[in-house]
């Protein structure tokens, strides 16, 4: 699977203090990569409970909560396939709970 971020996400990242991408970057290695490797994606077994993914209403867009406390740690995130074929994942958005107003 190959993996990109689209200029929103890049933005969002610039404004998140540090040490909110690091607790970003923990999850997604720790629980959300290892999930995509038993293709929680595909349905083939269910995501990890503590990253609370959904998909949200209308939309092919889908949320992981990286925090649930301060501070309040939201990615949306969503699936595509890339130029030449091969699945991509989309990250689109990072922040709090308001990466929901425009995901």
């Known amino acids: 699977?190959?993996?990109?971020?689209?200029?929103?996400?890049?933005?969002d990242v610039a404004r998140l203090p540090p040490e909110h991408y690091v607790m970003f970057r923990e999850a997604v290695y720790k629980h959300f990569l290892p999930a995509i490797e038993q293709e929680a994606h595909?349905?083939?077994?269910?995501?990890?409970?503590?990253?609370?993914i959904h998909k949200l209403t209308d939309t092919n867009v889908y949320s992981?909560?990286?925090?649930?406390?301060?501070p309040d740690g939201r990615a949306t995130?969503?699936?595509?396939?890339?130029?030449?074929?091969?699945?991509?994942?989309r990250w689109r958005r990072i922040?709090?709970?308001?990466?929901y107003d425009r995901p």
């Open 1 to 11: 699977m190959r993996f990109e971020r689209t200029a929103a996400f890049l933005r």
């Open 95 to 99: 922040g709090d709970h308001s990466v």
């Open 77 to 89: 995130f969503e699936f595509d396939i890339s130029e030449d074929g091969e699945p991509l994942l």
């Open 64 to 70: 992981l909560t990286w925090n649930f406390a301060s």
């Open 42 to 52: 595909t349905g083939r077994v269910p995501w990890p409970p503590r990253l609370r």
